[in-house]
Nanobody
Framework: QVQLAESGGGLVQPGGSLRLSCAAS????????MGWHRQAPGKQRELVAT???????NYADSVKGRFTVSRDNPGNTVYLQMNSLKPEDTAIYYC???????????WGQGTQVTVSS
């Protein structure tokens, strides 16, 4: 089992920045991919950005050039640096982790990001 704990959400004005963090615990040696998904009100959960243990990244088109995903050296913590935030980035952001060969994700509890003036 893998447990995920997020931090760093909040309220920010359009054009501002936020940094999300997520620490994994439990069977961390089995984690292959970590990253972030988000869910806005009335919408489906969508992938935002992920990074594998071999540093391969994947971004949603809507955040490319504005968001950066990274992991610390042991790979147990994942970050999401969000710049040039827009109101449409408002959502609950969920940390997610996946084992190699698995299609299932472990999920954190979510952290609210609100972009509003």
């Amino acid at each position: 089992q893998v447990q995920l704990a997020e931090s760093g959400g909040g309220l920010v004005q359009p054009g501002g920045s936020l940094r999300l963090s997520c620490a994994a615990s439990g069977s961390v040696s089995t984690i292959y991919s970590m990253g972030w998904h988000r869910q806005a009100p009335g919408k489906q959960r969508e992938l935002v950005a992920t990074m594998t243990s071999t540093s391969i990244t994947n971004y949603a088109d809507s955040v490319k050039g504005r968001f950066t995903v990274s992991r610390d050296n042991p790979g147990n913590t994942v970050y999401l640096q969000m710049n040039s935030l827009k109101p449409e980035d408002t959502a609950i952001y969920y940390c997610a982790a996946r084992r190699a060969g698995s299609i299932s994700w472990y999920w954190g509890q979510g952290t609210q990001v609100t972009v509003s003036s």
